[in-house]
């Protein structure tokens, strides 16, 4: 299980750290813990805690001001986390993470071989965004896409998004004339009439993004659930199966490979393969399974080599989806548009969209 917990549950009204919250929070870990399931913690918070022991100089600019904040919180918040482990002879470590590290497949595998290592030896990972780094397009859009990420690194089997509200509702959670919705599927696509503007009041993120992350683990394999990391016990009601909350349903199980590959699509940088019609055709059919073969393909756009991530388009440029290599460009320019020469991109490294 992955178990994410936003701001405002860890935060009080004046933005600082609640203590109390936290230690809830790690009772309910353990007790996870104990029914033998093992369980990474993506928190947010660190801001909060920073805010707790320092005030950082007005004449930062706001940016400068939060990684301030952050990096004396990261310490403050992770000596909380390992102290009240602690007295349950549980340990965590610590995983600091930025968007670059799940761009580049070695850094991504890398992460992946830790984050087991850690389970492996029953230690709680605790992972954050490093935002002492991380600006602009290194950022997560917040914490939700973090643990998404994580989720489907690791093959998870739930998902819990813990915030201040009780799920999605139909309008409003403050409007007694709201109704939660609690189960949906992955490709439900009317959520969006349902969700409102805002963002939460010390996080950058908002319901917005927890439906839009919830939607693509579940897609994946994942159950995902959005619930209220204020109630006490929720993490022990969520697996007992009788919580109040929301729930995505879990769709058929991906491979790991084409999971990391479903968080690439706003990677612009990537190298280019385009393909014609009937390439794009039968990479879409629904009835027979198909890898990328030189014969569709009609230019390149940018370098590769030998098991790189590419972008495949269309002639028109619409998006189709992603592959992994099975050559290098040069080898690629010379099967162009030939019959009989192998795939460039095989169906097991290939994620169409």
Same mark, same amino acid.
Request: some cysteine; charged content about 20%.
């Given at each position: 299980?992955?178990?994410?917990?936003?701001?405002?549950v860890?935060?009080?009204a004046?933005?600082?750290?609640?203590?109390?919250?936290?230690?809830?929070?790690?009772?309910q870990?353990?007790?996870?813990?104990?029914?033998?399931?093992?369980?990474?913690?993506?928190?947010?918070?660190?801001?909060?805690?920073?805010?707790?022991?320092?005030?950082?100089?007005?004449?930062?600019?706001?940016?400068?001001?939060?990684?301030?904040?952050?990096?004396?919180?990261?310490?403050?918040?992770?000596?909380?986390?390992?102290?009240?482990?602690?007295?349950y002879?549980?340990?965590?470590?610590?995983?600091?993470?930025?968007?670059?590290?799940?761009?580049?497949?070695?850094?991504?595998?890398?992460?992946?071989?830790?984050?087991l290592?850690?389970?492996?030896d029953?230690?709680?990972?605790?992972?954050?965004?490093?935002?002492?780094?991380?600006?602009?397009?290194?950022? +997560?859009?917040?914490?939700?896409?973090l643990?998404?990420l994580?989720?489907?690194?690791?093959?998870?089997?739930?998902?819990?998004?813990?915030?201040?509200?009780?799920?999605?509702?139909?309008?409003?959670?403050?409007?007694?004339?709201?109704?939660?919705?609690?189960?949906v599927?992955?490709?439900?696509?009317t959520?969006?009439? +349902?969700?409102?503007?805002?963002?939460?009041?010390?996080?950058?993120?908002?319901?917005?993004?927890k439906?839009?992350?919830?939607?693509k683990?579940?897609?994946?394999?994942?159950?995902?659930?959005?619930?209220?990391?204020k109630?006490?016990?929720?993490?022990?009601?969520?697996?007992?199966g009788?919580?109040?909350?929301?729930? +995505?349903?879990?769709?058929?199980?991906?491979?790991?490979?084409?999971?990391?590959?479903?968080?690439?699509?706003?990677?612009?940088q990537?190298?280019?393969?385009?393909?014609?019609?009937?390439?794009?055709?039968?990479?879409?059919?629904?009835?027979?399974?198909?890898?990328?073969l030189?014969?569709?393909?009609?230019?390149?756009?940018?370098?590769?080599?030998?098991?790189?991530?590419?972008?495949?388009?269309?002639d028109?440029?619409?998006?189709?989806?992603?592959?992994?290599?099975?050559?290098?460009?040069?080898t690629?320019?010379?099967?162009?548009?030939?019959?009989?020469?192998?795939?460039?991109?095989?169906?097991?490294?290939?994620?169409?969209?």
């Amino acid at each position: 299980m992955v178990v994410k917990v936003g701001t405002n549950v860890l935060t009080q009204a004046d933005g600082k750290l609640d203590v109390t919250a936290l230690s809830q929070l790690v009772d309910q870990l353990v007790a996870i813990k104990a029914t033998g399931i093992e369980v990474v913690l993506v928190s947010s918070g660190a801001v909060g805690a920073g805010r707790s022991v320092y005030q950082a100089s007005e004449q930062l600019n706001k940016v400068v001001q939060r990684q301030v904040c952050s990096a004396i919180g990261q310490v403050q918040l992770m000596q909380w986390y390992s102290s009240l482990l602690s007295n349950y002879q549980v340990y965590c470590a610590q995983v600091l993470a930025t968007k670059e590290d799940f761009r580049d497949r070695q850094h991504y595998l890398n992460m992946q071989n830790c984050l087991l290592a850690l389970l492996r030896d029953h230690l709680v990972p605790i992972v954050n965004e490093n935002d002492v780094v991380s600006i602009n397009e290194l950022m +997560f859009t917040d914490n939700d896409e973090l643990a998404s990420l994580i989720a489907a690194m690791i093959n998870a089997d739930t998902l819990v998004l813990l915030t201040a509200v009780d799920g999605l509702f139909t309008g409003d959670p403050n409007d007694p004339d709201s109704q939660l919705i609690e189960v949906v599927s992955a490709d439900d696509t009317t959520l969006h009439q +349902f969700i409102l503007p805002q963002k939460s009041s010390f996080g950058r993120g908002g319901m917005s993004t927890k439906i839009r992350m919830a939607q693509k683990a579940a897609a994946l394999g994942i159950e995902v659930v959005i619930a209220n990391g204020k109630r006490p016990n929720i993490l022990a009601q969520i697996l007992g199966g009788n919580f109040t909350g929301t729930t +995505f349903a879990a769709s058929e199980a991906v491979s790991n490979v084409k999971k990391w590959m479903v968080y690439q699509k706003q990677s612009s940088q990537l190298p280019k393969v385009i393909i014609n019609a009937g390439a794009a055709k039968s990479l879409r059919s629904k009835t027979k399974i198909a890898s990328l073969l030189p014969v569709g393909i009609t230019a390149f756009q940018g370098q590769f080599e030998k098991g790189e991530l590419v972008q495949i388009k269309s002639d028109q440029g619409e998006f189709i989806g992603f592959g992994i290599t099975q050559y290098d460009l040069n080898t690629a320019l010379d099967y162009l548009g030939e019959v009989g020469k192998k795939a460039l991109i095989h169906y097991d490294y290939l994620y169409i969209e």
